[in-house]
């Protein structure tokens, strides 16, 4: 079955920095563009950042532009997402899916359970 384990997260100070990792198994990881979502309560689920297969592309949301790096590491199956710059908006949970393809914005598989990343003074 597919799994991502996502860590990471925590509290951080507006400002600050954190790296997000996302271990994914049950697939063939290098084959498919990946993605970091971020859900914050009550709100439906987005998507902040997408990295090709072969991570020569990326896209993020207007949002976190210039502040967020996507990248990732094939060899050992896991994404990463280095977040700088925090803002109190970033506050939610972030988890990683792959995608169908680069313009897919729908997760694959099923959900893990996420990070939290909390943003506050």
């Known amino acids: 079955a597919q799994v991502f384990v996502e860590t990471g997260g925590g509290l951080v100070q507006p400002g600050g920095s954190l790296r997000l990792s996302c271990a994914a198994s049950?697939?063939?990881?290098?084959?498919?563009?990946m993605s970091w979502y971020r859900q914050i309560l009550g709100k439906e689920r987005e998507v902040v950042a997408r990295?090709?297969?072969?991570?020569?592309?990326?896209l993020y949301t207007d949002s976190v532009k210039g502040r967020f790096t996507i990248s990732r590491d094939n060899a050992k199956k896991t994404l990463y997402l280095q977040m700088n710059s925090l803002k109190s908006e970033d506050t939610a949970v972030y988890y990683c899916?792959?995608?169908?393809?680069?313009?897919?914005?729908?997760?694959?598989?099923?959900w893990g359970t996420g990070t939290p990343v909390t943003v506050r003074s």
């Open positions: 899916n792959g995608n169908a393809n680069y313009r897919d914005d729908d997760g694959l598989y099923p």
């Open positions: 049950g697939f063939t990881f290098k084959n498919y563009p």
């Open positions: 990295i090709a297969a072969r991570g020569d592309r990326t």
